[in-house]
Nanobody
Framework: QVQLVESGGGLVQAGGSLRLSCAAS?????MGWFRQAPGKEREFVAA???????NYADSVKGRFTISRDNAKNTVYLQMSSLKPEDTAVYYC???????????????????WGQGTQVTVSS
């Protein structure tokens, strides 16, 4: 069983930046970030394969950057130009399977972190 530990959430003003980190206790392949706002379903944000192929939701393209350090089993999400609608609990996810393109569907991931709150004030 792989454990995922997220960090880096917090409160930021609109237009600001935050960097989320997620450390895995073991090796995983696809890693991703999802988010869930109050009253809404969990949605895909970004994902990255072992070989650093990336996939982004349209709503964050050009503002968020996902990266990973395979030696540290860690994935990062650099968030810039934040908007109030980015406010949500952000979850890290990791999977055992390999894909040609990191998947956006949550069912493709086997492990989940407990989430970190990101709040963007207007």
């Amino acid at each position: 069983q792989v454990q995922l530990v997220e960090s880096g959430g917090g409160l930021v003003q609109a237009g600001g930046s935050l960097r989320l980190s997620c450390a895995a206790s073991g090796r995983t392949y696809a890693m991703g970030w999802f988010r869930q706002a109050p009253g809404k379903e969990r949605e895909f944000v970004a994902a990255i394969s072992w070989s650093a192929i990336t996939n982004y939701a349209d709503s964050v393209k050009g503002r968020f950057t996902i990266s990973r350090d395979n030696a540290k089993n860690t994935v990062y999400l650099q968030m810039s130009s934040l908007k109030p609608e980015d406010t949500a609990v952000y979850y890290c996810a990791a999977g055992r399977a390999t894909y040609s393109s990191p998947p956006a569907r949550s069912m493709a991931y086997d492990y989940w972190g407990q989430g970190t709150q990101v709040t963007v004030s207007s």
